[in-house]
């Protein structure tokens, strides 16, 4: 596609549900990011995939947290037992070959608020 | 472990004044840097991309500088418009063996007032 389309925009989910959000990158780019922004604050990284594998899940919070990339394109970042401090914009990049963070592009985020 | 602080946090000028937005690391180590803009729920847009080996990139009325031994870089915004009004980011790409992940700063939120 002509750039990172992620889905849904926004999502409201009760404590303890279990949410999946979707991320299609720009078609052809290898390296696929999730990173978590809370309001006033930068982005804070939770994943890299190079091509299906995750290269870097360093900054996934805990085990309620996982993400997958199966056919090196589509990515789903996946929450279970979602709790009030899960609530986020989760942003997702990609870039052609992830080489050293090469220039990245994002989606406009999901906003995720967990009630 | 690499840590990107902005200052200011926020700053408010008047249309068509040249301001600067500094940005300071603190592992020199580093691939690249990239200048971001983020517009209110909206994703990011990478402005400019500095390697490691260079020490400034230009794009319009946007110049970034990078000094790697004194871990900072600059965001020089020319004769500022209204529409510039947006919150900018600075991030490191790590070096060769960390991949793609990027350290952001927490930001600058810049209001250009007409």
């Known amino acids: 596609g002509a750039g990172v389309s992620q889905t849904p925009s926004n999502k409201v989910t009760e404590k303890g549900k279990y949410v999946e959000l979707r991320c299609d990158p720009i078609s052809g780019h290898t390296a696929l990011y999730w990173y978590r922004q809370s309001l006033g604050q930068g982005p804070e990284f939770l994943i890299y995939f190079q091509g299906t594998g995750a290269a870097d899940d360093s900054g996934l919070p805990n085990d309620r947290f996982f993400a997958v990339r199966p056919e090196g394109s589509v990515s789903t970042l996946k929450i279970q037992r979602t709790e009030r401090g899960d609530s986020a914009v989760y942003l997702c990049?990609?870039?052609?070959?992830?080489?050293?963070?090469?220039?990245?592009?994002f989606g406009q985020g999901t906003r995720l608020t967990v009630v | 472990k690499q840590e990107v602080t902005q200052i200011p946090a926020a700053l408010s000028v008047p249309e068509g004044e040249n301001l600067v937005l500094n940005c300071s690391f603190t592992d020199s180590a580093i691939y690249n840097l990239q200048w971001f803009r983020q517009d209110p729920g909206k994703g990011l847009t990478s402005l400019l991309l500095?390697?490691?080996?260079?020490r400034e990139q230009t794009s319009g009325r946007l110049n970034a500088s990078l000094d790697k031994s004194s871990g900072r870089s600059t965001l020089y915004i020319a004769a500022s418009q209204p529409g510039d009004s947006a919150t900018y980011l600075c991030?490191?790409?790590?070096?060769?063996?960390?991949?793609?992940?990027?350290?952001f700063g927490q930001g600058t939120e810049l209001s250009v007032k007409p």
């Open positions: 990049a990609s870039s052609q070959n992830g080489v050293g963070g090469g220039r990245a592009f």
């Open positions: 991030a490191i790409g790590g070096a060769y063996n960390q991949g793609g992940k990027l350290i």
């Open positions: 500095i390697q490691s080996s260079q």
